[in-house]
Structures are given as structure tokens and as C-alpha cells.
């Protein structure tokens, strides 16, 4: 069973519809509220920052299932700008937009895996895995 969906990301008001169909795909595969508030979270960190720095780009989802498990997979794709350097947005406390810095590595503490690509003047892909527990 392999379930995709997707949100375009064009305006600020596309977050809300990524984090609603994320949370409503969390809640049908299984996740309690607390992994639910994790995944929307983790999508709202990931449309925000397609909105803010690429300026378009979409949030995929797809259900997988590996061996006895099963889980919800996000990928963010963007054509922007890239990201100049990775390790340096993946430092915990850093910021480009006067925001908290939580960003990034905060999405990949709440999500169990966290995979970037990311080139200058190639845009960004971001991939992401919630299991049920």
C-alpha cells in the first residue's frame, strides 16, 4: 500500500493545508495526538521554510511500510535558492530569518529519519520519516 499526496507550497495559507493533510494522514495510519503534533510540526517547519526562502515548492507525502512497520514519509522539494552550506543550518540555534533557530534540526528530532540534498542554485530536497510506534 503506498498511499502519495501532496501540497503545493505558493502562499503563506498553503501551510495550513500541508499541516492539515499531514496530521489527517498521521491520525488514519495510526499515530496518537502527540506524534500527530510532532509530524505537523515538523511540516509546518518544513512549508515555512519552502514559503520563506524558495518562495514555491511542494510537501509530499507517502505512506511506506518496511518489514512490520509502517510509517508516513515527507519529502519537501523546492527549486530555490539552495542552501550554502548544510552543516551550518543543521547547527542548532541558527537562524536566517531572526527566528528561534529550531528549524531544521528541529525537524530531525522530532522525526525518526532526516535526509538533506541541497545544492546552491538547485533548490532543495528535504525527506523525512514518522514511524508508528
Do not use: C
Request: zero cysteines; aromatic letters at 6%; a neutral charge.
Amino acid at each position: 500500500m503506498i498511499t502519495k499526496s501532496s501540497v503545493h507550497i505558493k502562499k503563506e495559507w498553503d501551510i495550513v493545508g500541508a499541516r492539515q493533510m499531514g496530521r489527517e494522514l498521521a491520525k488514519d495510519l495510526g499515530f496518537g495526538t502527540v506524534d500527530q503534533a510532532r509530524i505537523t510540526t515538523a511540516i509546518s517547519e518544513l512549508a515555512r521554510n519552502i514559503y520563506l526562502y524558495a518562495g514555491s515548492g511542494q510537501i509530499m507525502f507517502e505512506i511506506v511500510e518496511d518489514l512490520n512497520k509502517k510509517g508516513l514519509k515527507i519529502i519537501a522539494v523546492d527549486k530555490g535558492p539552495g542552501i550554502q552550506d548544510v552543516s551550518k543550518v543543521m547547527e542548532d540555534g541558527f537562524s536566517t530569518s531572526g527566528g528561534l533557530g529550531a528549524g531544521l534540526p528541529g525537524v530531525k528530532r522530532l522525526m525518526d529519519y532526516f535526509d538533506i540534498d541541497s545544492a546552491p542554485d538547485k533548490g532543495t530536497v528535504i525527506t523525512t520519516i514518522k514511524w508508528v510506534r
